[in-house]
């Protein structure tokens, strides 16, 4: 019964709805891609510790195309500030920057493998390069998915679809780019730290 | 990826749900969003596997416990894989104890359970008129269907399915040379077990959104029914294992198809030595039961909080410590994720971290006990009905003490290395995972049939069905113990080559008739459930006298659940038997201000907040577009 007292702490009865559940559905979804790529650097730090372990310098694209990414990231902020300000001439560039900055990085991820693949790190092989290609490809895949959503977000800005009052696209759109270059940021400091 | 894209057309969809256009028959029956319908389909899908896993069950327990009987009568079905001796091929019988085990734990008492009763009782008991997004919802239920028919298909190859074990540990699933099943029969069940994997995380998704943020107004997290809360820790729980599993068969899929070596090293075939170098064994399986373990809560958290709600019905009284029954839970969920490793004392593990594991192991019998002890403490003097659910739900408590009890045994980082992979484990998790969640599956069908086909099921059936399954599993799996105490190990084909075993032979032959008849108990429930949703009674709208939200729905509940106003909550849900009330039971939408006489003191102080939590603006997405 102590349950009943504690609503009486709180007299005023909180409204149950706690948040747009479009956008929960987006941070759940983080969560498990979070906890995908926690199992895998995980995986990668267990195997390292048993050592037989091939070490190799990471490529110079990957510190490029990290840059832009964040300048990407930077980007998709622009658009969701003016698509708030109603501001559709600088919404249309911003998110267009975006988006080529987007085929971009992953034109440089690819750019990347090869270089590995220049300096005899392969896929199959020893498996500290194994999982760099893992890493890079599955994050690769997700900027994919990241890039469909941004096309659907695109399409929308182009119809005049997206202003101050309809900005829910536009968010979700913009937190799984942030989400996606975070989760970069992540996997590159990890492989620097842990290479 | 699926999901973004889905929100898209999910946000298009509500926006029109309440035009109310007439549905063909695919949109009502098929590819249908209605929580309800989806709960059906998973329903009746697991029920079909549930015949499949059994059935596959039986055949072993036949080769185990009659060895030298005559299997020419299993021809029809299984051709080839009988001998023209009537003997069964000892490569399929270690196919069939894989499938036995994937189909019965992922696809039975994962998706059968949480599936239907999540999908069936989230919307109801929180007061929502549907799930938060429709379409995720209907995507998960086909994505499992996809799953479902690469599994069934994997059945038919030539080669037969996967037969590793179903925790398909490498290098046996890595190599196809290792075992028939490990080609293209593993190559099925990994694309079958992603599919699944993607299916639980839409579905998973799906419910804890629902749960957090389309509650009713006066729904807090206090009000909500115990059922509500077990589906909710079970979807958080499987949000953050299952994309671990996911990561693991992909590593496995690499190594498999693409030649990484990132589970196999130094491994000689015939002599010849593979090309593979550095990998380690071990780390698969710390992926694998970094899922598996809390699995093992995802299937029976459900049947727990089945159990909470049906005890405290039929027993005419409120649930004992509600709180801490939560907390339990919670401590369960919290402890399933640094337990894993007690699956795997005996793989070389440094024994300071065994002990370690084995000391995280043994505090889960602390809020296991907790719940056992309020299940009891509910039924204490209780004004007990023993309707064929609760009947179900008692059994339920105790398979759960009385399997749970071996689990401190084999927790035990130095008692297991004479148990691992003995009967005693497969007794062990049998009762407190298999059986235990199979009867909170069967006490939850039982229970809401009336909600889901406006049929009442026939009660002298259901009870006959409950004694003969539960005097059924017990004679199956006591003696299991003695078995593996005795040394037998599982996953062996036959036991006649060996001295010690020759004393126990009879009861091994114990064990499998026990086991046939208890299957062949379980036609009772098939046929009592199939015609009572064509004949049975039409139900009331109240059969059990409940307090929950899903009553207040009209018998049978179309879209949006209520007509009219979504009811407001006011109570928590377990008034029963209030003394001075003139019901037993107190629905959850009944004010304060209508019970006058049997209000506690603080409860009338709460009267006051009446009129705000009715003035609130509710969640309801026919008005509010989602």
Known sequence: MENIQHLKVDKEPKETLAMDPMKFILWLFLVSIIMLFASQTSAYLVRRAEGNWLEFEMPRIFWYSTAVLIVSSLAMQWAYFSAKKDDFKSLKIAISITFVLGLAFLWMQFEGWKQLVAMNVYFVGNPSGSFFYVFTGLHGFHIISGIIVLIYAWRAVFKQKVHSKNLRQIQICATYWHFLDLLWLYLFVFLLTFN | ?626
């Not at chain 2, 009746?44 to 030298?68: C, E, H, K, N």
């Not at chain 2, 080839?80 to 196919?95: C, Q, R, V």
């Not at chain 2, 998704?205 to 059922?227: A, Q």
């Open chain 2, 1 to 626: 990826m699926s999901a973004i894209e889905g929100l898209d057309t999910a946000v298009h969809h509500e926006e029109h749900a309440h035009h109310h256009e007439p549905q063909s028959f695919w949109q009502k029956y098929v590819f249908c969003e209605d929580h309800k319908v989806i709960a059906k389909q998973y329903l009746i899908t697991g029920i079909v596997w549930a015949v499949i896993g059994i059935s596959m069950s039986v055949i072993f327990r036949i080769q185990l416990g009659m060895p030298d009987s005559n299997l020419s009568w299993l021809k029809p079905i299984l051709g080839g894989w009988i001998s023209e001796t009537g003997k069964l091929d000892p490569n399929f019988y270690l196919a069939l104890v894989t499938m036995h085990g994937t189909i019965m734990v992922f696809f039975v008492l994962t998706a059968g359970l949480s599936g239907t009763f999540s999908n069936f009782l989230i919307p109801l008991q929180i007061g929502a008129r549907d799930m938060a997004s429709g379409f995720m919802n209907m995507l998960s239920y086909w994505f499992f269907f996809l799953a479902s028919v690469i599994m069934f298909g994997s059945l038919f190859l030539q080669a037969g399915p996967a037969a590793g074990g179903w925790v398909i540990y490498p290098p046996l699933s890595a190599l196809p040379q290792a075992h028939p099943g490990s080609g293209m029969g593993m190559t099925l069940w990994l694309i079958s077990m992603a599919f699944f994997i993607v299916s639980q995380l839409l579905g998973g998704i799906n419910y804890i959104t629902t749960v957090i943020n389309l509650r009713t107004r006066g729904m807090s997290f206090d009000r909500l029914p115990l059922t509500i809360w077990s589906f909710l820790i079970t979807a958080v729980l499987g949000l953050i294992s299952f994309p671990v599993l996911l990561s693991s068969v992909l590593l496995l899929i690499f190594d498999r198809h693409f030649g990484t070596s990132f589970y196999l090293s130094e491994i000689y075939i015939n002599g010849e030595a593979l090309p593979n170098v550095g990998g380690s064994p071990i780390l698969f399986q710390h992926l694998f039961w970094f899922l598996g373990h809390p699995e093992v809560y995802i299937v029976l958290l459900p049947g727990l909080g089945i159990t909470s709600e049906v005890i405290a019905t039929n027993s005419r009284k409120p649930i004992f410590g509600y709180r801490a029954m939560i907390a339990s839970m919670l401590g369960i969920a919290f402890l399933a994720f640094i337990v894993w490793a007690h699956h795997m004392f005996v793989t070389g593990m440094n024994p300071f971290l065994g002990s370690v594991f084995m000391f995280l192991t043994l505090i889960i019998a602390v809020p296991s006990a907790v719940k056992g002890f309020n299940y009891i403490t509910t039924l204490w003097k209780g004004n007990i009905v023993f309707t064929p659910a609760m009947l179900f739900a008692i059994g339920m408590v105790s398979l759960f003490v009385s399997g749970g009890l071996t689990g401190i045994i084999l927790g035990n980082s130095a008692l297991d290395i004479q148990l691992h992979d003995t009967y005693f484990v497969v007794a062990h998790f049998h009762l407190v995972m298999g059986a235990a969640s199979a009867f909170g599956l069967f006490a939850g069908v039982y229970h809401w049939f009336p909600k889901m086909f406006g049929k009442m099921m026939n009660t002298t059936l259901g009870q006959i069905h409950f004694w003969f399954s539960f005097i059924g599993i017990y004679l199956v799996f006591i003696p299991m113990h003695y078995v593996g105490i005795a040394g037998f190990p599982r996953r062996y084909y036959q036991f006649t080559s060996y001295d010690f075993t020759h004393k126990f032979m009879d009861m091994n032959m114990f064990i499998s008739v026990a086991a046939i008849l208890s299957f062949l108990a379980q036609f009772i429930f098939l046929y009592n459930f199939f015609r009572s949703i064509f004949k049975g009674k039409t139900a009331p709208k109240n059969p059990w006298r409940s307090n929950t939200l899903e009553w207040t729905t009209p018998i049978v509940p179309g879209h949006g659940n209520w007509e009219g106003e979504l009811p407001a909550v006011y109570r928590w849900s377990y008034d029963y038997s209030k003394p001075g009330a003139k019901e037993d039971f107190i629905p959850q939408n009944i004010p304060y201000s209508q019970t006058l006489e049997s209000n506690f003191p603080h409860e009338n102080e709460l009267i006051a907040t009446e009129k705000e939590i009715e003035a609130q603006n509710f969640n309801d997405q026919f008005n509010t577009a989602h």
